[in-house]
């Protein structure tokens, strides 16, 4: 069966920090790969989409980037973290090429820049 | 571009009582799916429901339906005989087709409370 892990679940960082936040998938191959950002009480942002190895479009300008550096690995990170980074990332992954699949999510980072 | 507008931020219902979350869409595409996610406050995303464009039936799963009415471009969440388990955000997503809109983007969310 499919598994999704994201970590870490917590993670409270300065200002002016960098930041890795890492997801693998395990029991599929070539999965569409989401990265998710939810401000406290709002809703789900999309921040990166990925169809393959390399294969990235970012969906908001800011100061974070995405890589995807094996089929089943994504990784969210930052040079200098800002206050407005804080929130709630999850990560998620589908089957690719079906429209009626659902999305798997991770159990989420909540992230506190301070 | 594809967009999903959810107007309820909050409801509270009373335990047992029908409910109905309203979702409306704007797609160009012709062909698209339609999902509903639970979020508890543990945070997890829990699938609840899908409807294909070309679904002629309306999607049940249990307690769930959708109330898909094309014309109007809306997907409602029902979800019959309310539990005190049902409190959580409840977002509406949708995807298109292949070749830019086929990732899965959500609504704003509506935070369900039932009351005992």
């Known amino acids: 069966s499919q598994t999704i892990h994201q970590w870490p679940a917590t993670l409270v960082q300065p200002v002016g920090s960098p930041l890795s936040l890492e997801c693998t998938v395990e029991g599929t191959s070539n999965p569409n790969l989401y990265w998710y950002r939810q401000a406290a009480g709002r809703g789900l942002q999309l921040l990166f989409y990925?169809?393959?190895?390399?294969?990235i479009s970012s969906e908001v300008p800011q100061n974070l980037s995405a890589s995807r550096p094996q089929d089943r690995q994504f990784i969210l990170s930052s040079k200098k973290l800002l206050l407005s980074d804080s929130g709630f990332y999850l990560c998620?992954?589908?089957?690719?090429?079906?429209?009626?699949?659902?999305?798997?999510f991770g159990q989420g980072t909540r992230l506190t820049v301070v | 571009a594809q967009k999903i507008t959810q107007t309820q931020p909050g409801m509270f219902v009373q335990e047992k009582e029908a409910v109905t979350l309203d979702c409306t869409y704007d797609?160009?595409?012709?062909?698209?799916?339609l999902f509903w996610y639970k979020q508890p406050s543990s945070g997890e995303m829990i699938f609840l429901i899908y409807q294909g464009s070309y679904d002629e039936q309306n999607a049940t799963e249990g307690r769930y339906s959708l109330n898909f009415q094309k014309a109007r471009k809306s997907a409602n969440l029902v979800i019959s005989a309310s539990q005190l388990g049902d409190s959580a955000m409840y977002f509406c997503?949708?995807?298109?087709?292949?070749?830019?809109?086929?990732?899965?983007?959500f609504g704003t969310g509506t935070r369900l409370t039932i009351i005992p």
């Open positions: 997503a949708m995807r298109g087709p292949n070749f830019g809109n086929e990732k899965l983007t």
């Open positions: 998620a992954w589908e089957d690719e090429g079906e429209m009626n699949t659902e999305a798997f």
């Open positions: 797609t160009s595409d012709q062909s698209y799916g």
């Open positions: 990925s169809v393959g190895i390399g294969q």
